[in-house]
């Protein structure tokens, strides 16, 4: 079945207008008060629109994905959907070249957004959009490179604000400011994650940039709105989108525009040096937001480039009651029903804020739904469903979308974590028969041949240290004492490239995963279980493969010497995070306190003696890097507890570890390792991993917030903001719950690191850094058995060690010769590498070890990034789910909370206890009385017995105060202290009373919720906590 066109969209709208006209008559005659009560389920916003784009689809994946979903038992379930069965990307297809600028086809964007006001039914919104073009065209893919090449438009991400859909931002490289794409017309149907070619308005109209400093106090009537009114939001109030959303897989000009779906996008990150006129304007733009500081740039998509694949993964809950409700508004009114099949659309809310709300004609729903529509069925709504855009029209203020999958009720966790897994797709299907094939047979032991071929280190006292929950073990510790108070550190990390081969199916799917996903209780392994869990991993007691790295240091920390190579080991025992706290303090009674089993020669004596020495050299290390200028931003975040059955009830709170940072210091100097001897011996095919200084307006921002209330931040280097928030910490360490916003409202104007290829940036060495380690050289090399790219370091660092060996038996040096380590030693020979024998010694081992070439590692680059991120969100999603679960199962759940922003309208706060942001709004509250002092930047908040406005036009108490009785109050602090707390005594929480004074960092009692599952998306509400008493 063809995808429904924009054609087929405007004729059905006509047909719904004509049928209609008779209903559309009474309710403009109808009362204002049943305007504002009659309508079911959740209310369309005013004028907000997402945005995607417009041109047709045609692709074959959404024939099949429509011909699969015409049988109602075909309709496949989440669990069964591999990641390469899902829907591919449309491409773009503009039928139009659209010459003239967005700014005169539409001089004042309000107007346009305002003539089709939402106020009635889907049906009508549909009717009213179609009789006019509300979008301009997209230019077309030619129009667009001619403008790139002279430099009138740019080449960006496109990220929404979560918090109000009609404002989004697009990020020029080399620009220290995110552009501003204001209002659905400029944004031109752009959708999260497209890449998008954007035209900047004139310098008269950019609006005056707003920051949390300013607008805090001196203009909260603006800053502190709801958010369908508010058009410019401040850095932390409104969360906008953060930098490190920014990072984006931009492709290049030409035929790379286009790309298949099962195509990895090339990283060209549109930098000034290749794309051709952009140089010199880039430099102009960031001279005039150097002279006009106060200025933010505005502008307006032109055409969407690439589309993202997250058009075709779109969950949410479909608005059932709302259809209903049409149709028994026309059986009333005696009308003929409409047809089904030819007329009919249901409306699709989806789960994440940034997406708009999708309309799907019912002829194109799946068998089972359509049947279940037709028999009223409400419990339809609380199903959970994915669907894909396949046309947003010019003329149609909602894109059009049919639906892929069914997860199950949204109020379940199973349903939504596959529902999570869909949206971010991560493949969670079985391994195929041809990489499990790749595998060794089982019972497997390592080979004589190959022990011969290594360093056979099974005598050294080596120990793993992870999570006690943790069964792919990559990476292991030993420590030995050289004469002159020296010690040799051996880093041994999983030899996992001598069982994934280059080009092999295992590597093809190893790649496709790219990364392990964790969900606390729940792991989607990068390699198959027999690989990551058994063979490959660094059990205790077995004979196992490894990298390892041995690295000479004195006490102060400073590496002396090191070598590098394949060694055989066999770990001793597995030690959790805390055995080896409790070595470290002193706790290390074995007998007591359960500890494992202890192979090999050795006594419990050697590994502790080896877990101290190791604890206090990492603590000269950590100390040591800090003075070198790294920064490290540590939040508290919560432990959830499960019970038999997974479902989560409680949640707990850990302070960090020195066992966490024990490991953790010696991993980073084996990245940094890894790093350094790639980058020499292949200097243009390196994949590395480079952190960008924080974005330059939030840090400004941010420094100004700190000196707004007496604290000296400086922002200059990662070594000074790292010293001067260590000095605000001190300051303030009796206030917990303040050194954690500080730290959390510090991650802001950070970026995130990401994966590239040297080659790309082989004349901006400068770019190849590390900022929050402040080191020049990084890449990942510890966690083969979870992360792709550690592969592909594996597979350099043994070409470097080949290329090195052949290279001395060539020049016919000896093994104890002070030059053995030429290629990978401390003391680099760089004449030996661009030698004509070294060139031809790395390039004969890299072909053999499989070293990718500059184009296949910028790729495998790019995708990493974005896998990575998948990843990240999963978890983030995930946790916050859990946290849902357990505040639904507690129904409410009092806890203090401290305000971070205040105005006449909202509150910010912040709670410590999950480590979130949310907003309590209070402005049209019935019986509440809501007294903002300007000059004090006071709120005072009271109860009255009535509130002009109208009944209607209020919303009720209980939407932002929780009120409890003296007799509730007890329930209320039983339930409080099931929480479990490591860190701090347990205290009631005591209710609030009217009349409330609240400022800014007042600490002031609350009550979570849980909300939606089957009637919305999920999320975690917040109230005041107060009770019916008066002062």
């Known amino acids: 079945m063809k995808s429904v066109s924009a054609e087929q969209s405007a004729k059905a709208c006509e047909r719904i207008e004509n049928g209609d006209k008779d209903n559309k008559k009474k309710k403009r005659r109808g009362s204002r008060r049943s305007k504002n009560t009659s309508s079911v389920g959740c209310v369309i916003e005013d004028t907000h629109v997402e945005s995607s784009d417009g041109g047709a689809s045609g692709s074959k994946g959404n024939d099949c994905a429509r011909s699969e979903l015409d049988n109602p038992n075909e309709l496949t379930r989440a669990s069964n959907v591999a990641f390469n069965s899902m829907p591919g990307s449309p491409l773009v297809s503009s039928a139009e070249v659209s010459k003239q600028l967005l700014s005169k086809s539409c001089p004042d964007p309000r107007d346009c957004e305002q003539s089709c006001r939402m106020d009635g039914d889907l049906y009508q919104q549909v009717e009213c959009v179609s009789q006019r073009k509300i979008f301009s065209s997209h230019w077309s893919f030619d129009a667009v490179n001619e403008a790139l090449e002279r430099g009138e438009v740019y080449k960006a991400l496109f990220r929404v604000n979560a918090h109000n859909r009609s404002e989004a931002y697009c990020k020029i490289d080399g620009v220290p400011t995110d552009i501003l794409i204001n209002g659905n017309v400029g944004q031109n149907r752009a959708v999260e994650g497209d890449t998008v070619a954007v035209k900047l308005d004139p310098l008269s109209l950019w609006p005056k940039m707003k920051g949390f400093v300013t607008e805090n106090v001196a203009?909260?009537?603006?800053?502190?709105?709801?958010?369908?009114?508010?058009?410019?939001?401040?850095?932390?109030?409104?969360?906008?989108?953060?930098?490190?959303?920014n990072k984006c897989?931009?492709?290049?000009?030409?035929?790379e525009n286009y790309v298949s779906r099962n195509s990895i996008p090339l990283l060209d990150s549109c930098s000034s040096s290749e794309q051709k006129g952009n140089g010199n304007v880039v430099e102009k733009l960031c001279a005039i937001l150097s002279s006009f500081p106060i200025k933010r740039p505005t502008g307006q998509v032109v055409a969407v480039v690439e589309k993202s694949l997250v058009r075709d993964s779109i969950v949410g809950l479909?608005?059932?009651?709302?259809?209903?409700?049409?149709?028994?508004?026309?059986?009333?009114?005696?009308?003929?029903?409409?047809?089904?099949?030819?007329?009919?659309?249901v409306q699709l809310m989806p789960a994440d804020p940034r997406f708009t709300k999708l309309i799907v004609p019912f002829?194109?729903?799946?068998?089972?739904?359509?049947?279940?529509?037709?028999?009223?069925?409400?419990?339809?709504?609380?199903?959970?469903?994915?669907?894909?855009?396949?046309?947003?029209?010019?003329?149609?203020?909602?894109?059009?979308?049919?639906?892929?999958?069914?997860?199950?009720?949204?109020?379940?966790?199973?349903?939504?974590?596959?529902?999570?897994?869909?949206?971010?797709?991560?493949?969670?299907?079985?391994?195929?028969?041809d990489s499990l094939a790749c595998l060794p047979r089982a019972p497997w032991e390592v080979p004589e041949e190959e022990v011969r071929r290594r360093k056979d280190l099974r005598d050294l006292c080596v120990f793993t240290i992870d999570p006690s929950t943790a069964s792919d073990l990559d990476d292991a510790l030993s420590v030995q004492c050289l004469p002159g108070g020296f010690?040799?550190?051996?880093?041994?990390?999983?030899?996992?490239?001598?069982?994934?081969?280059?080009d092999t199916a295992l590597d093809a799917e190893a790649q496709f995963r790219s990364t392990s996903v964790y969900m606390l209780r729940r792991k989607i392994p990068m390699l198959p279980p027999s690989l990551s869990d058994n063979v490959g991993s660094l059990n205790p007691g077995v004979d196992r493969l490894a990298f390892s790295i041995f690295l000479d240091l004195n006490r102060e920390g400073v590496v002396t010497d090191r070598w590098i190579g394949r060694t055989v080991i066999r770990s001793c025992c597995k030690l959790s995070y805390d055995h080896a706290q409790d070595i470290i303090d002193g706790k290390h009674d074995v007998a007591a306190n359960g500890w494992p089993s202890l192979h090999g020669p050795f006594e419990w004596s050697d590994v502790v003696r080896s877990v101290k020495q190791l604890s206090e050299l990492s603590t000269h290390l950590r100390e040591k890097r800090f003075r070198n200028g790294a920064l490290q931003l540590e939040n508290s975040k919560p432990s959830f507890l499960f019970d038999e059955h997974g479902v989560p009830y409680d949640f707990v709170l850990y302070p960090t570890k020195a066992s966490i940072h024990l490991v953790e210091e010696f991993m980073l100097l084996a990245n940094m390792t890894a790093a350094e001897v790639i980058s020499r011996a292949y200097p243009d095919s390196a994949l590395l991993r480079r952190h960008p200084e924080p974005n330059l307006r939030k840090l400004k921002e941010f420094e100004g917030f700190c000196s707004k209330h007496g604290m000296e931040l400086d922002g200059s280097s990662s070594g000074r903001f790292h010293e001067s928030l260590e000095k605000i910490t001190e300051t303030l360490k009796d206030d917990a719950v303040f050194v954690d916003i500080l730290?959390?409202?510090?991650?802001?104007?950070?970026?995130?690191?990401?994966?590239?290829?040297?080659?790309?940036?082989?004349?901006?060495?400068?770019?190849?850094?590390?900022?929050?380690?402040?080191?020049?050289?990084?890449?990942?090399?510890?966690?083969?058995?979870?992360?792709?790219p550690d592969i592909v370091v594996h597979r350099a660092v043994a070409a470097a060690l080949e290329a090195e060996e052949c290279f001395l038996k060539q020049k016919q040096i000896s093994s104890v010769d002070e030059t053995r380590s030429c290629f990978t030693g401390v003391r680099f020979d760089k004449d030996a590498v661009e030698s004509m024998e070294g060139k031809e010694a790395l390039t004969v081992a890299g072909l053999k070890h499989g070293v990718p070439s500059t184009e296949r590692v910028s790729e495998i680059a790019a995708y990493c990034n974005e896998r990575k991120l998948a990843s990240r969100r999963v978890k983030d999603a995930c946790d916050k789910l859990y946290a849902w679960c357990v505040l639904k199962s507690k129904k409410v759940f009092p806890c203090e909370a401290r305000v971070m922003n205040l105005g006449p309208?909202?509150?910010?706060?912040?709670?410590?206890?999950?480590?979130?942001?949310?907003?309590?709004?209070?402005?049209?509250?019935?019986?509440?009385?809501?007294?903002?002092?300007?000059?004090?930047?006071?709120?005072?908040?009271d109860k009255i017995e009535f509130k002009r406005g109208g009944r209607g036009y209020l919303k009720p108490l209980k939407e932002v105060a929780y009120l409890v009785s003296p007799s509730d109050m007890c329930v209320a602090k039983c339930s409080a202290m099931s929480i479990s707390d490591t860190t701090e005594r347990r205290e009631e929480v005591v209710p609030a009373v009217f009349p409330l004074t609240v400022q800014v960092f007042s600490t002031i009692p609350v009550a979570l919720h849980a909300v939606g599952g089957d009637d919305g998306p999920l999320d975690i509400g917040a109230r005041l906590y107060m009770t019916s008493y008066y002062r």
């Open 219 to 245: 203009k909260p009537e603006e800053t502190n709105s709801p958010p369908e009114k508010d058009k410019h939001i401040s850095h932390l109030e409104r969360g906008e989108i953060d930098a490190q959303q």
């Open 249 to 255: 897989l931009v492709i290049g000009q030409g035929a």
């Open 318 to 345: 479909l608005d059932v009651k709302r259809w209903i409700h049409y149709k028994e508004g026309n059986a009333r009114t005696g009308k003929s029903p409409l047809s089904y099949s030819d007329d009919g659309y």
């Open 363 to 433: 002829h194109a729903l799946p068998g089972s739904i359509r049947a279940r529509l037709e028999n009223m069925d409400p419990t339809l709504e609380a199903e959970l469903v994915a669907a894909q855009i396949v046309d947003w029209s010019e003329g149609s203020q909602f894109p059009l979308a049919q639906i892929t999958h069914m997860f199950g009720r949204g109020s379940e966790l199973e349903p939504q974590i596959n529902a999570i897994l869909y949206q971010n797709s991560v493949c969670d299907s079985e391994f195929s028969h």
């Open 487 to 502: 010690l040799r550190v051996g880093v041994h990390i999983a030899d996992v490239s001598y069982f994934v081969l280059p």
């Open 743 to 788: 730290n959390n409202y510090a991650m802001k104007p950070m970026q995130s690191a990401s994966y590239f290829c040297t080659g790309n940036l082989k004349d901006n060495v400068a770019e190849w850094g590390h900022y929050a380690l402040a080191v020049p050289l990084y890449t990942h090399f510890t966690s083969p058995l979870r992360r792709y």
């Open 905 to 941: 309208s909202f509150m910010t706060i912040y709670i410590s206890k999950l480590g979130i942001e949310r907003r309590i709004y209070y402005d049209r509250i019935e019986g509440l009385c809501a007294d903002w002092l300007e000059a004090t930047s006071t709120l005072i908040l």
